[in-house]
């Protein structure tokens, strides 16, 4: 294999140890991504340069002009501490006119908003939960279209921020305070979609011209809660390593009736491709239900 220089973008505060050695599971997690990404890369061979990057670009353009890397591995999710700009560094990336990974700006723009993303989407045909969006500063009202329950969180925010067991409402009355908790703390609109019960699964896409649909992982809930508990990502059951390992929530291949690594569940992913019109590498996030 090739030697390459890569220069990989992330969170300054994220920016890993060369070993975990007196880490701690929780401390460990906060940059364990990053930590895998680097050292892999390094076992594979590889020149490799992390960069902590958060408020100016002038740091990667030195880095490019001056470590000249191969290609630039992106890990950041926001700049200026606003996710809404992650595309942009992907477009600056363009226009320095250096390879790098992940999606490109027109893909990562488009699922910036959940809506216009189902929006999309059930235009391929690919079935989507009923919705509808609540801007801030609005009165807040279920159309009687939106049958209860709904599941209720940001527009824009991902990694399951601000989703608890509380996001899952039954009344109307419930339904109004979330979406004013997701207005409030959050700062940005609601989407309220249906809920359905059912199994949380992730895919892996790959590929620009010839895309490479990956297996099936699946997020296994243990004991979460309880019986009366609904099996959703929140943001403690995504990121609190304790809480993880106490109720025994862990990540696998997704195995049994109704998953398949081909067929329908792959025409999706394709389809989900051709309707971003994306030259990149992205996840779908999917959701199995009898």
Not at 30 to 57: C, I, N, Y
Not at 192 to 220: F, T
Not at 264 to 285: V, Y
Request: proline share 5%; with cysteine; charged share 30%.
């Amino acid at each position: 294999m090739r030697r390459h220089r890569i220069l990989v973008l992330m969170h300054p505060d994220c920016v890993p140890p060369d070993s975990t050695d007196g880490y701690t599971a929780r401390e460990i997690n906060a940059w364990k991504t990053e930590f895998d990404v680097v050292t892999t890369l390094r076992a594979a061979g590889h020149d490799v340069r992390p960069l902590g990057v958060q408020e100016e670009m002038g740091p990667v353009r030195d880095e490019i002009e001056n470590f000249k890397p191969h290609v630039v591995y992106q890990l950041l999710e926001e700049f200026h501490y606003a996710t809404a700009y992650d595309q942009h560094i992907a477009s600056y990336l363009e226009l320095m006119k250096i390879p790098y990974t992940g999606c490109n700006p027109r893909g990562l723009i488009l699922a910036r908003g959940k809506d216009l993303s189902k929006t999309l989407v059930h235009h391929r045909r690919i079935a989507v939960p009923a919705f509808a969006v609540f801007p801030m500063r609005r009165k807040v009202k279920r159309p009687a279209r939106l049958a209860l329950p709904l599941i209720v969180k940001s527009l824009s925010e991902d990694g399951s921020r601000g989703i608890s067991q509380a996001s899952i409402v039954d009344t109307d009355e419930k339904f109004v305070e979330r979406v004013a908790f997701v207005h409030d703390s959050l700062g940005t609109a609601a989407i309220a979609e249906q809920y359905i019960e059912g199994r949380e699964l992730y895919v892996g896409v790959l590929g620009n011209n010839r895309v490479k649909v990956l297996p099936v992982w699946e997020l296994k809930f243990g004991k979460m809660g309880g019986d009366s508990s609904r099996h959703i990502a929140t943001e403690k059951a995504k990121h609190d390593t304790s809480y993880q390992e106490k109720v025994g929530i862990e990540d696998g291949p997704a195995t049994g009736a109704g998953v398949a690594n081909s067929g329908r569940g792959r025409r999706h992913c394709l389809a989900r491709t051709q309707t971003r019109q994306e030259s990149c590498d992205f996840r779908l996030d999917k959701f199995l239900c009898d």
